[in-house]
């Protein structure tokens, strides 16, 4: 697969199994994160890897207590026990500012590292997809992540296997639409 193929076929998918990369596949991902511009070599992000039994079962520990604690109800405890099982490997992103440098930046920054992760997945055979939503504010989270006041959760990049094909399709091919030559 080449560069622009790839960049035109990401898909997102919620559909994953074992396995997950092995630790080697892992460290390639991650390199790819370390990447991105991140303007001065601030590195203004961090990332938690969750793979093991324990870490899996700590996970969805942390996002059952954030349904509970946040009052969602019981549809939101649903959610939070598939979102605890959607992926063998789950890898959270922080944004992790350094101060005297404008923190927007570093957030996208941040952004930049989290698609590297889902591009250097994608490549090497893995599906994956990135969960946002009420997860990334979430104060338990937050602790459980030991994130600083500064600190953001950008995503959850969860990857694994697919277990049936995710969408084929391109999402936008009327780049029209949302594009003004000048």
């Known amino acids: 697969m080449d560069t622009l193929e790839l960049l035109t076929t990401r898909r997102s998918n919620k559909s994953l199994r074992a396995p997950a990369p092995d630790e080697l596949q892992l460290d390639?991902?991650?390199?790819?994160?370390?990447?991105?511009?991140?303007h001065g070599n601030?590195?203004?992000?961090?990332?938690?890897?969750?793979q093991s039994e324990a870490g899996k079962q700590r996970f969805q520990a942390a996002l059952r207590e954030t349904a509970i604690t946040l009052n969602m109800g019981e549809k939101t405890l649903e959610k939070a026990e598939r979102v605890g099982k959607f992926a063998p490997l789950v890898i959270a992103v922080i944004?992790?500012?350094?101060?005297?440098?404008p923190e927007w930046e570093?957030?996208?920054?941040?952004?930049?590292?989290?698609?590297?992760?889902?591009l250097a997945s994608q490549v090497q055979g893995f599906d994956n997809v990135w969960i946002t939503g009420l997860w990334v504010n979430?104060?338990?989270?937050?602790?459980?992540?030991?994130?600083?006041e500064q600190e953001k959760i950008i995503g959850l990049i969860m990857i694994g296997t697919a277990d049936?094909?995710?969408?084929?399709?391109?999402?936008?091919?009327?780049?029209?639409?949302?594009?003004?030559?000048?």
């Open 28 to 38: 390639s991902i991650l390199q790819a994160a370390s990447q991105v511009p991140d």
């Open 42 to 50: 601030l590195t203004p992000w961090r990332f938690i890897v969750i």
């Open 95 to 101: 944004a992790s500012p350094k101060e005297g440098k």
């Open 106 to 118: 570093q957030q996208m920054s941040a952004a930049c590292a989290a698609y590297a992760i889902q």
């Open 138 to 148: 979430s104060p338990v989270l937050q602790r459980e992540f030991e994130c600083s």
């Open 164 to 182: 049936k094909p995710g969408p084929a399709e391109p999402k936008n091919t009327d780049v029209e639409a949302f594009t003004t030559h000048w």
